[in-house]
């Protein structure tokens, strides 16, 4: 018995598993370019929040088809993926269906199971295709969606589409074969959906259909070790990434503002009220706002890298609805794409952060700042838990305070919140004036 097979698929685990692990210290080290940030309190409304919209999808059921759709591919990529611990036992131990004599007619109710979720995947993936090239839904059309995004997502569902149809292909000569009595073939029972495409290989010889079988097995295996490496560099890294999103998420309501600490500790100290800031001033004065990725925090990062690209964000944000350039979408592409970019500057003995450019003016503009209305919409809308409006409100921050960029009717409002603390340039002891008007005009 030759024992080459094994040796290669131990040999191709061996390079995925190496490049997968190195691609994950890379994003994790991305990730934590991001300033320092503490989320672990309130532990079990974490838990449950990521139970609820990571695990149970609870914020894709706002629009219902996709949600189904969306929800078929997503059990089938969990359920049909614990067969892969089969075939990696198969591969390395050069044993062919090793589960099938110890779980009998168990065994042929959990294929039919994965046939029936690979047809869900199928057709959903098809259905997704249709959404994207025919009917073309309006938020996969925007900008930002253009070259590598829109190649990315389709790039996903056609290989998802043929590893599902592999599988089929794999059981359907598998059970031609071992009706025919070839060696270490096993007969499982009736498979009913690989039972429809049969028929395309009942002619064939014995040889032709062992190595159409062989070969869809390698396939798919080998194409689900390259698909758990695609996907780290791909918008369905949110696959993984969902999770631990979730369990991070901002659990304060939604209208709240974070203030800054650096000037909550000023005032307080000008107010005489305690503080937790040290009694020396520190050694480098930071920075108010965010330019940069390393002004933001990790989380925020991780929010990037998290991003679906659904663009449910972009299609309910007011700014964009009203033909603003502000996406939600494409802030957050752009926050990961600079991440990407000083990742590998840094790996490759670069500039890193002092290449000249920023997130700030070479990815966001001001224009698409001053856009965003603070309204939460696409926080809201986030499947995930991302929280654009964090990133587009340090960005703000810092264009004003560092430097004194915002419009000039923003200027006046802001002078007119200091000195009397309203909008309008009025004074505060007049500020209800307009009621005692209104009583004139009842009495009347």
């Not at 838990?385 to 004194?404: H, T």
């Not at 802001?414 to 009397?420: D, H």
């Amino acid at each position: 018995m030759s024992f080459l097979p094994q040796l290669a698929f131990v040999l191709i685990l061996g390079v995925a598993g190496y490049i997968l692990t190195k691609r994950i210290k890379f994003l994790r080290r991305n990730i934590f370019l991001g300033k320092a940030e503490t989320r672990n309190d309130h532990s079990e409304d974490r838990w449950k929040t990521m139970a609820l919209v990571a695990f149970g999808q609870q914020k894709m059921f706002k629009r219902i088809i996709p949600a189904l759709l969306h929800l078929l591919i997503y059990v089938g990529f969990v359920v049909i993926n614990l067969e892969v611990l089969e075939f990696i036992l198969d591969g390395i131990l050069g044993t062919h269906r090793l589960f099938a004599p110890f779980l009998g007619g168990v065994y042929t109710a959990a294929m039919n199971m994965f046939e029936f979720l690979a047809v869900a995947v199928l057709f959903s993936c098809v259905v997704f295709l249709t959404r994207r090239y025919v009917t073309k839904v309006e938020r996969f059309q925007k900008p930002e969606m253009k070259g590598w995004p829109a190649l990315d997502a389709t790039l996903i569902l056609v290989i998802e589409i043929i590893l599902m149809i592999a599988v089929l292909t794999m059981n359907a000569t598998d059970q031609i074969l071992a009706e025919r009595g070839a060696d270490h073939y096993l007969a499982l029972g009736p498979l009913f959906f690989s039972g429809l495409i049969r028929p395309l290989f009942e002619g064939m010889s014995i040889e032709a259909l062992h190595f159409i079988e062989r070969f869809a097995w390698w396939f798919h295996i080998v194409g689900i070790l390259a698909f758990a490496v695609y996907v780290t560099y791909s918008k369905h890294l949110h696959i993984f990434l969902a999770f631990p999103n979730t369990w991070y998420s901002n659990l304060k309501p939604k209208g709240e503002m974070v203030n800054m600490p650096e000037v909550t500790n000023e005032v307080n100290m000008m107010l005489g009220i305690p503080t937790e800031a040290a009694s020396y001033p520190p050694a480098e004065i930071g920075r108010f706002g965010a330019k940069d990725i390393n002004d933001l925090s990790w989380i925020n990062i991780m929010n990037a890298y998290s991003c679906t690209e659904c663009g449910r964000c972009t299609s309910e944000c007011p700014a964009n609805l009203t033909g603003k350039k502000l996406s939600p979408r494409k802030i957050m592409m752009d926050v990961r794409d600079r991440a990407e970019e000083v990742g590998k500057s840094i790996d490759a003995g670069g500039p890193g952060f002092e290449d000249g450019k920023s997130l700030l003016g070479d990815y966001i503009t001001k224009e698409e700042l001053n856009a965003c209305t603070s309204c939460n919409a696409c926080v809201e809308a986030c499947p995930v838990n991302i929280d654009p409006l964090s990133i587009i409100l340090q960005m703000r921050r810092y264009v004003a305070m560092e430097e004194s960029g915002t419009p000039a009717q923003w200027n006046a409002m802001f002078q007119n919140m200091e000195t009397s603390f309203s909008p309008w340039k009025f004074s505060p002891s007049d500020r209800f004036n307009w009621a005692e008007k209104v009583k004139e005009e009842e009495v009347k």
